[in-house]
């Protein structure tokens, strides 16, 4: 065999066995990513279960904590309305992480949505509700921040929270059905 000829097969072996291992490599990184997604996502969801508004805002995108005024401004709301809530009744019963989207990389980050199921009492009501966190990877902390993904759909609020925000998820629309108790 020409060694011209013998040299290629090397150059396409090496680029095959090149890519092979590029793309187990994004496959396994891909899968770490959404069972970090999938871990941060149960731990913000048992916060708030707890009501430990502080782990919650941890894992808020700092986006959003600006745009409320900052950290302590976000939790002196969120106690203010849970505390008058839990007044008139209010309970958390289940705060349930269903699952991840497939992961995409967009715009110089890595992203998804998480379907969460919550169960609530409030005014004599069980309310169950399906809802979805768009899911943001904060490649130098190694964790995951999350806004609701509803919010995607309020233009003027995504333009202060996200400017000129594009994503190809597909992220679904939420869902509540309530029954008297």
């Avoid at 187990?24 to 871990?39: G, P, V």
């Avoid at 806004?147 to 003027?156: F, S």
């Amino acid at each position: 065999m020409p060694k011209k000829i013998r040299m290629n097969k090397i150059k396409l072996t090496f680029l095959m066995l090149l890519l092979c291992c590029s793309s187990i490599s994004f496959a396994q990184t891909n899968e770490e990513l959404k069972a970090s997604a999938l871990r941060d996502a149960k731990i913000a969801s048992q916060a708030t279960l707890k009501m430990d508004f502080d782990k919650v805002l941890d894992y808020t995108h700092p986006n959003a904590l600006k745009i409320m005024g900052g950290k302590e401004k976000a939790m002196e709301l969120i106690e203010t309305t849970f505390s008058t809530m839990k007044e008139n009744g209010f309970v958390f019963e289940k705060a349930d992480v269903l699952g991840v989207s497939e992961i995409v990389f967009e715009d110089n980050e890595y992203r998804c949505y998480i379907e969460n199921f919550n169960q609530m009492v409030f005014n004599g009501m069980r309310i169950k509700s399906k809802s979805y966190l768009l899911g943001i990877y904060n490649s130098e902390a190694n964790f995951w921040y999350f806004v609701e993904a509803k919010e995607l759909k309020n233009k003027a609020m995504m333009d202060k929270v996200f400017p000129n925000f594009k994503t190809s998820l597909k992220i679904p629309e939420d869902s509540t059905t309530s029954e008297k108790i």
